[in-house]
């Protein structure tokens, strides 16, 4: 949070206001564009700062993941459509990087939900490999990007929390979040094919 408080001091010090509308001038510089995004970034998240977020799925209970995936990380992705605009200039240098990051981590990610053995903290990382391709949109900085970016967020928030919401139907029944133990309950309750 201290580096938008810090650039939010800077924007209102240099325009004497934080309406958008007023908004003109030099806002192009690498370290003010850092300050800003960085915090959407951890927040949606970002690969190589997304740690925290698997680790929070699994610790929390269904409602908390539910709330985590269905509108928290949404939030970051909302401020950042926002505030990417600013950015236009210094964005087509610097924006080519980050959406290489992106695509590179989520394949990364993807890799790593191969190996998962609980169902929370696959559903978790595979979050991360589909906001990598929110991130990339939006960043893009044209209309098709920006589109793609909402409705996969729109997409993710319903489907994750549907997901954590069967993961904990399906821990109440075996008491066990293995996949292992899981396997073959489709069996036991097909209603569950619905979802």
Request: contains cysteine; hydrophobic residues 60%; positive net charge.
């Amino acid at each position: 949070s201290l580096p938008i408080i810090i650039a939010l001091f800077f924007i209102y010090l240099h325009f004497n206001s934080l309406v958008f509308f007023f908004f003109s001038g030099d806002l192009n510089r690498l370290f003010f564009y850092v300050l800003v995004n960085f915090v959407f970034f951890i927040k949606i998240p970002m690969f190589f700062v997304h740690l925290w977020l698997p680790k929070a799925h699994v610790e929390a209970p269904v409602s908390g993941s539910i709330i985590l995936a269905g509108i928290i990380l949404k939030l970051g992705g909302y401020g950042l459509m926002r505030l990417i605009i600013i950015f236009s200039f210094i964005g087509i240098k610097i924006n080519l990087f980050f959406i290489r990051l992106r695509l590179v981590g989520g394949l990364f990610v993807s890799l790593i939900c191969l190996r998962q053995r609980d169902m929370k903290s696959l559903i978790a990382y595979s979050s991360v490999a589909h906001i990598g391709l929110v991130l990339s949109g939006i960043i893009t900085l044209n209309y098709w990007g920006l589109a793609g970016a909402l409705v996969i967020i729109v997409a993710h928030g319903l489907c994750s929390s549907g997901l954590f919401c069967l993961a904990n139907i399906s821990y109440e029944r075996v008491m066990s979040r293995s996949l292992y133990l899981n396997k073959g309950i489709i069996n036991l309750v097909p209603r569950l094919s619905f979802f």
